[in-house]
C-alpha cells in the first residue's frame, strides 16, 4: 500500500511539472514607473495624447512603410518624437509580424540575441504575443544568433516600444482586430561589421516578404547624440540624421566617424544604437526610401541643463516607387573605382577608359548629372560636377574625377604622393525641378541651384550638413558666393531643387 501511495504521488508531481512548463513565459515589464507609466489609465492618456498631437510628416504619401526608427528614451522627452513614426503607419495595413531591433545597454556578447523564451512581453496595457517560430529559425539559420537571457531582463529599449504599438493599433487601425501583430525581439550588441552583415543576410528577406497576412515592419530603437551641449547636438544629430536618410551604411559609418573627431565635448556616442542601424541599412540596399520625420532633443523639452542633452530622431522606410532611381552598394562601389581608376591613369599619362570595367548595368549608364569631391584628410582638395544629362552616369563620374583632381581653379593639381590621403565622395544628382518659394526647398534634403542670365551657382545638398545656415542663409550665401548675384539676387532669379545620392 505504501508503493501505490508514492506511485501516485510521484505521477501527481509529473503531471504538475507538465502543466508548469506548458505555462506561457510572460517577460515582465521591467520599465513600468521608470521610462513610461505603470498605471494603464496614466500610460492609456499619455500615449494618446502623443499620438494625437504629434506631427504626421507623411500625410498623403501612400507608399507602404516597412520600417521605422525609434528613440527609446523616456517618454517625457522623446515620446512626441516616437509618437511621430508610429503615425506614419497605414491604418489598413496587417502586418504580418513586427520586428524589434535595439541595442544592448547592459550586456556585451558579440552577437544577436533573440529572446526564444518568452511567449509574451508584458507591458501595463497588457500582453503583446511573441512569434515563437521566427525566433527559433532565427536561432537555426546562423550561429551569430543566439539567446542570452540576461541581454533581455533589464533591457528598456524594445520595452519603450510597445505601449506605442499597443495604443496605435488600438485606436488607429481600421482592421477587425486590433491586437499588436507578434513581434520578434532582437538585442544586437556587436561592432564586428561581418557579424552585422551575417545578420542582415539572414533578416533581409523578412524586409521583403509580402503575403496574404500583409508584409513585416521592423522597428529599430535608437536615441542619437548623448550629453553634448544643446548646439552641438544640432550639429552632430543633423549630420548624422543626413546620412541615415541617405540610406547608405558607408555615409553612416562616415558621420560617425566624423562627430567622434569633431572634439565636441560630452559627445559620447551619435548613435547608441548604431549597430542595429547599421543591419538595418544593410538590409536596405537603396531598394528603399529612408525618410527623416522630426528631430528634437532633451533640452526642446527641458531646458534646466542646455550643456547636457540627448538627441532623437524619428525615420520612416518606404518601399520606393517603381521609377526612382536608386544605386545598389555594388553599383556605388563600381563607380568609386572608375573614379579611381580615372585619377590614376591621369596620373600616369593614359587617357579614360571605362572598358575595363563590367557596365552591363542600365543604370549605371543612364544620363544624368554628377559631382567628384576629394578630401585630404578631412580637408576639400577638389569638386567638380555636371548638372546636364546628356552623358551616361559612368563616364561622367570618370571625367569629373579627373576634374576634380586636376582641374579646381582653387587647388593645384594632385601629386602621386597625395594619392594615398585621398577620399573620393561622389553625388548622383536627380533631375532637377524649378520652384518658386522657398517654401518648397528642404534644408539638408535638396541641392539649391540659381540662374540668372549667364550667372549661376549650385550647393550641393550635404553644404547644409557642414554649416550652421537657415535655409535664407544657405540661398543667400549661395546666390553671393556662388552665382556672384548678391546676397539677394536670388530673389528674382531662377531656382531650381535637386536631391543627390552620396556615397
Known amino acids: 500500500m505504501m508503493n501505490l501511495w508514492n506511485r501516485q504521488g510521484a505521477e501527481d508531481e509529473q503531471r504538475v511539472s507538465e502543466l508548469r512548463t506548458e505555462a506561457p513565459v510572460v517577460r515582465p515589464a521591467t520599465q513600468a514607473g521608470r521610462f513610461y507609466e505603470s498605471n494603464p489609465q496614466k500610460l492609456s492618456q499619455e500615449v494618446d495624447s502623443f499620438l494625437a498631437h504629434c506631427?504626421?510628416?507623411?500625410?498623403?504619401?501612400?507608399?507602404?512603410?516597412?520600417?521605422?526608427?525609434?528613440?527609446?528614451?523616456?517618454?517625457?522627452?522623446?515620446?512626441?518624437?516616437?509618437?511621430?513614426?508610429?503615425?506614419?503607419?497605414?491604418?489598413?495595413?496587417?502586418?504580418?509580424?513586427?520586428?524589434?531591433?535595439?541595442?544592448?545597454?547592459?550586456?556585451?556578447?558579440?552577437?544577436?540575441s533573440v529572446n526564444s523564451e518568452a511567449d509574451?512581453?508584458?507591458?501595463?496595457?497588457?500582453?503583446v504575443k511573441v512569434d515563437r517560430e521566427t525566433t527559433r529559425r532565427l536561432l537555426a539559420a546562423d550561429s551569430v544568433f543566439t539567446y542570452r537571457k540576461e541581454a533581455h531582463n533589464r533591457e528598456h529599449c524594445l520595452e519603450v516600444q510597445l505601449p506605442f504599438l499597443q495604443r496605435y493599433f488600438a485606436t488607429y487601425s481600421t482592421l477587425p482586430t486590433k491586437e499588436v501583430p507578434p513581434i520578434v525581439p532582437i538585442i544586437i550588441s556587436t561592432n564586428d561589421y561581418s557579424k552585422l552583415e551575417r545578420i542582415a543576410d539572414v533578416l533581409k528577406p523578412y524586409l521583403n516578404e509580402d503575403s496574404d497576412e500583409g508584409g513585416n515592419l521592423f522597428i529599430i530603437s535608437s536615441d542619437f547624440s548623448h550629453y553634448p551641449s544643446y548646439a552641438d547636438a544640432c550639429e552632430a544629430d543633423a549630420r548624422t540624421g543626413k546620412a541615415v536618410e541617405s540610406g547608405d551604411v558607408e555615409q553612416f559609418i562616415e558621420a560617425l566617424e566624423v562627430n567622434a573627431r569633431s572634439g565636441k565635448r560630452n559627445l559620447v556616442t551619435?548613435?547608441?544604437?548604431?549597430?542595429?542601424?547599421?543591419?538595418?541599412?544593410l538590409m536596405l540596399n537603396g531598394q528603399y526610401d529612408v525618410k527623416?520625420?522630426?528631430?528634437?532633443?532633451?533640452?526642446?523639452?527641458?531646458?534646466?541643463?542646455?550643456?547636457?542633452?540627448?538627441?532623437?530622431?524619428?525615420?520612416?522606410?518606404?518601399?520606393?516607387?517603381?521609377?526612382?532611381?536608386?544605386?545598389?552598394?555594388?553599383?556605388?562601389?563600381?563607380?568609386?573605382?572608375?573614379?579611381?581608376?580615372?585619377?590614376?591613369?591621369?596620373?600616369?599619362?593614359?587617357?579614360?577608359?571605362?572598358?575595363?570595367?563590367?557596365?552591363?548595368?542600365?543604370?549605371?549608364?543612364?544620363?544624368c548629372g554628377a559631382f567628384v569631391s576629394l578630401h585630404k584628410r578631412g580637408q576639400l582638395r577638389g569638386c567638380i560636377g555636371h548638372f546636364g544629362e546628356d552623358i551616361p552616369l559612368h563616364e561622367i563620374v570618370a571625367r569629373m574625377a579627373r576634374a576634380a583632381a586636376f582641374e579646381d581653379p582653387r587647388f593645384p593639381s594632385l601629386r602621386q604622393e597625395?594619392?594615398?590621403?585621398?577620399?573620393?565622395?561622389?553625388?548622383?544628382?536627380?533631375?532637377?525641378?524649378?520652384?518658386?518659394?522657398?517654401?518648397?526647398?528642404?534644408?539638408?534634403?535638396?541641392?539649391?541651384?540659381?540662374r540668372k542670365g549667364y550667372r549661376s551657382g549650385t550647393f550641393l545638398p550635404q553644404v547644409a550638413?557642414?554649416?550652421?545656415?537657415?535655409?535664407?542663409?544657405?540661398?543667400?550665401?549661395?546666390?553671393?558666393?556662388?552665382a556672384g548675384l548678391g546676397w539677394d539676387g536670388w530673389r528674382d532669379a531662377e531656382l531650381y531643387v535637386y536631391e543627390a545620392i552620396v556615397f
Open 55 to 112: 506631427k504626421c510628416p507623411l500625410n498623403g504619401e501612400k507608399r507602404a512603410v516597412v520600417g521605422l526608427i525609434v528613440p527609446h528614451a523616456g517618454y517625457y522627452f522623446s515620446g512626441n518624437v516616437a509618437a511621430s513614426a508610429y503615425r506614419t503607419l497605414p491604418a489598413d495595413k496587417p502586418y504580418k509580424r513586427i520586428f524589434l531591433l535595439g541595442p544592448s545597454h547592459h550586456e556585451w556578447f558579440d552577437g544577436a
Open 292 to 367: 527623416h520625420l522630426i528631430y528634437q532633443n532633451s533640452g526642446d523639452i527641458d531646458d534646466h541643463d542646455p550643456n547636457r542633452v540627448v538627441g532623437y530622431h524619428s525615420f520612416a522606410i518606404l518601399q520606393k516607387d517603381n521609377d526612382t532611381f536608386t544605386l545598389a552598394d555594388k553599383e556605388k562601389q563600381l563607380l568609386k573605382e572608375i573614379a579611381l581608376k580615372s585619377i590614376k591613369d591621369s596620373l600616369e599619362g593614359r587617357s579614360i577608359n571605362n572598358s575595363r570595367f563590367s557596365i552591363d548595368n542600365s543604370r549605371l549608364s543612364q544620363k
Open 465 to 482: 550638413d557642414e554649416v550652421n545656415w537657415t535655409k535664407e542663409e544657405f540661398v543667400g550665401h549661395c546666390s553671393r558666393d556662388k
Open 120 to 127: 509574451y512581453y508584458a507591458t501595463p496595457l497588457g500582453n
Open 418 to 450: 597625395e594619392l594615398k590621403d585621398i577620399d573620393i565622395e561622389i553625388s548622383v544628382l536627380t533631375p532637377m525641378r524649378r520652384i518658386h518659394s522657398l517654401d518648397e526647398f528642404e534644408l539638408h534634403r535638396h541641392g539649391i541651384y540659381i
Open 270 to 281: 551619435s548613435a547608441c544604437g548604431e549597430f542595429p542601424i547599421m543591419t538595418l541599412l
